[in-house]
Structure formats: structure tokens, C-alpha cells
């Protein structure tokens, strides 16, 4: 592990549909010297994204591959033969650039980076307003066909669940509000030595 107590990672979690994106990006435009650890996935590219800047996106085979030459320092099988993993040469790219790690990972995957890293991280849980809410952003964000929808719809009750694994909550009903929120966690933990 790197013990530079200059070197600090973000980790932003919550079930799919909850607003993880909507923050993470918002954060990426703060004077906050933050970072996106881009993950390997093998699921498809959605449209508008786009390859080595959302995702390294991987086929199935390339991502076994790299998980059996042991590079990666977490990784899920988020929903069934989509995998998702943090690449651990990602986590010294950034810091290597003097930035701080911002995470974009599933529940699980978010616990086990703030137990690998304990204090330099910092984990933050967004919450939906309600699980009906919830279901309506997903839907409404379009990006879904009904097959993944459901698939997602059917974690989130699993991975709300988690909430009380983290070091704070930020409750998603106005996204404006939730984003400073946020913003203001993460200026009091990059303050404190
Ligand atoms: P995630 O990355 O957690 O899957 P997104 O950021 O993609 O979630 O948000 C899911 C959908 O909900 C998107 O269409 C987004 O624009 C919308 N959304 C996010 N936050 C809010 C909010 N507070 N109020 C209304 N819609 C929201
Ligand atoms: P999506 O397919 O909507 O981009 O992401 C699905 C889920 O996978 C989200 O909860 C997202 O945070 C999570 N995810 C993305 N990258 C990683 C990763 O590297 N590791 C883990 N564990 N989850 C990830």
C-alpha cells in the first residue's frame, strides 16, 4: 500500500439508478484534484460512451485474463457474466498525476476498497429518495432494455442493504442539493491531515 498521506481515494456507491453518474461527473468538474479510477467492464457500451475514458471495455475472455494474472484490486460480478473490476495500475496512474481517486463502484465493491484502504478513503453511499423512485430513473434514463432493467431493479433492494457499511450517506432527491452535499463531505475529509 502507498503511504503517502497525500494520496486519498473517493468512493461513490449506491445501487444502478440512484444518481452515482450524475455526481461523480459534477465532482470531476470541482477544484477538488479528483480523478475517475476507470474500470474494466465487459458489459456493452452504451451509446455516447466512450472506450478508455467511461470504462476499458473488455470482452469476457480479456477480463479473465486479467484477473488471472492477478491485476486487479477489486472486482464483481456485478449482475450475471458482467464483470466490473478496478484495475490496481489505475489507482497509481492517479496518483502519480498528484490527484485523488474518485471510485464509481457497485455496493460491494465500494466496501471493499474502503477496507483495503481504511483512512486515506473516504466511502459515501447515495441513497433514492424511495425504491419507487428509483425504478422511475432508471427507467426514464433510457439507457436500459427491459431484460437489464429488471436485472437491476431486482439488486437494489439487496444493495440498499448496505447503507450503514459506509462512512456517509447523501439522500438523492434534489440532485443539485445532493451534489454540494457531497462536495462538502469531501472538502472536510481532503482537510483533515
Ligand atoms: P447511476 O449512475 O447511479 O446509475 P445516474 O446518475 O445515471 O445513476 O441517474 C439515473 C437517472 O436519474 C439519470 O437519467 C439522471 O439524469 C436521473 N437523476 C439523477 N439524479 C436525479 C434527481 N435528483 N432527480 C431526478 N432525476 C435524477
Ligand atoms: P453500469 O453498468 O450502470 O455502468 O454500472 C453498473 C454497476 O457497476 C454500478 O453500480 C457501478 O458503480 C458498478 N461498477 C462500475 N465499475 C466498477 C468496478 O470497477 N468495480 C465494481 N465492484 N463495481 C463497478
Redesign the pocket.
Same mark, same amino acid.
Given at each position: 500500500m502507498n503511504d503517502n498521506p497525500s494520496h486519498k481515494l473517493i468512493i461513490i !456507491?449506491?445501487p !444502478?439508478g440512484a444518481g452515482?453518474t450524475s455526481i461523480v461527473k459534477h465532482l470531476l468538474q470541482q477544484d477538488l484534484k479528483l480523478a475517475f479510477s476507470i !474500470?474494466?467492464?465487459s458489459?456493452p457500451m452504451r451509446p455516447g460512451e466512450v472506450d478508455k475514458k467511461d470504462y476499458y471495455f473488455y470482452t469476457v475472455e480479456e477480463f479473465k485474463a486479467k484477473l488471472e494474472a492477478g491485476e486487479f484490486l477489486?472486482?464483481?460480478e456485478?449482475y450475471a457474466n458482467q464483470y466490473?473490476?478496478?484495475l490496481k495500475s489505475e489507482i497509481e496512474r492517479i496518483w502519480a498525476t498528484g490527484h485523488h481517486v474518485l471510485f464509481?463502484?457497485?455496493v460491494?465493491?465500494g466496501i471493499n476498497i474502503k477496507k483495503y484502504y481504511g483512512d486515506k478513503a473516504l466511502s459515501i453511499f447515495i441513497k433514492p429518495p424511495s425504491p419507487e423512485v428509483l425504478a422511475q430513473r432508471l427507467a426514464g434514463r433510457g439507457t436500459e432494455t427491459p431484460e437489464s432493467l429488471a436485472k437491476r431493479l431486482a439488486k437494489a433492494d439487496y444493495e440498499l442493504s448496505f447503507e450503514d457499511q459506509f462512512d456517509k450517506v447523501v439522500v438523492n432527491d434534489n440532485l443539485q442539493v445532493a451534489q454540494e452535499e457531497t462536495i462538502q463531505l469531501i472538502r472536510d475529509f481532503l482537510q483533515q491531515e
Open positions: !456507491s449506491a !444502478s452515482k !474500470s474494466v467492464t458489459r477489486e472486482w464483481q456485478v466490473y473490476g478496478t464509481d463502484v457497485d460491494l465493491g
